[in-house]
């Protein structure tokens, strides 16, 4: 399956400590996103990279998200000093052709205690 | 008010019956149109998307976009138990996609 891949998927973490999550997109997919989600709601946009420019963030991602493309290919999401309130999905999806054809990974599930 | 109002159900209907789910916003710089299905503690799973106005059908499942009523809707046909999920819709004005909180569909067989 060459499917949108992220890991770890559940994370379970201290209030303070650093945690960073990957995301390795369908091949080919010049088009990889962040977005959140908690329970019931829908997926809230973090970020987007076109190759390994960043080109749009959030007003959600706040000084203590980065994330990173540095090659173009996989991406990394880093969280410094978690919050109770960082605790959610965190999902990655990539596209080629666009923002219509959006295909999501699996998601990690962060908890923060 | 959130940019994209979807009610949030649950919605429960018999097995075979025709389910019909809807979206409304306020932006009208949206121009691409998808709904997606997430089942439990899963991603979401891209199930149609729609350029502007008009109809798509793909199986048992059709969209409408109406732009003028700034309304999107979902039918899905012969309702089956394995339908059972959280259906989300989402749009975009070209960049980033912009989602409703999703309705929760059960089929009872």
């Known amino acids: 399956d060459t499917g949108v891949s992220q890991d770890p998927r559940h994370k379970i973490t201290k209030r303070g400590q650093n945690v960073t999550f990957r995301c390795d997109p369908i091949?080919?997919?010049?088009?990889l996103y962040w977005y959140r989600q908690t329970l019931g709601q829908g997926p809230e946009f973090l970020t987007y990279?076109?190759?390994?420019?960043?080109?749009?963030k959030s007003r959600l991602l706040s000084d203590r998200f980065s994330a990173e493309r540095p090659k173009g290919s996989f991406s990394t999401l880093e969280i410094q000093r978690t919050e109770q309130g960082d605790s959610a999905m965190y999902l990655c999806a990539s596209s080629k052709n666009g923002v219509a054809s959006q295909f999501f990974g699996p998601g990690t599930r962060l908890t923060v205690l | 008010q959130k940019e994209v109002e979807q009610d949030p159900g649950p919605l429960s209907v018999p097995e075979g019956a025709i389910v019909s789910l809807n979206c409304t916003y306020s932006?009208?710089?949206?121009?691409?149109f998808m709904w997606y299905r997430q089942y439990s503690r899963k991603g979401p799973e891209l199930l149609m998307y729609?350029?502007?106005?008009g109809n798509k059908e793909d199986g048992r499942f059709t969209a409408q976009v109406d732009k003028s009523s700034k309304y999107i809707s979902l039918f899905i046909r012969d309702s089956q138990p394995s339908d059972s999920a959280t259906y989300l819709c989402a749009m975009s004005d070209g960049n980033k996609l912009v989602f409703g909180a999703g309705t929760i569909l059960r089929v009872k067989s």
């Open positions: 932006n009208s710089a949206f121009q691409y």
């Open positions: 729609t350029y502007s106005s």
């Open positions: 990279f076109q190759n390994e420019a960043q080109l749009e």
């Open positions: 091949s080919e997919h010049n088009r």
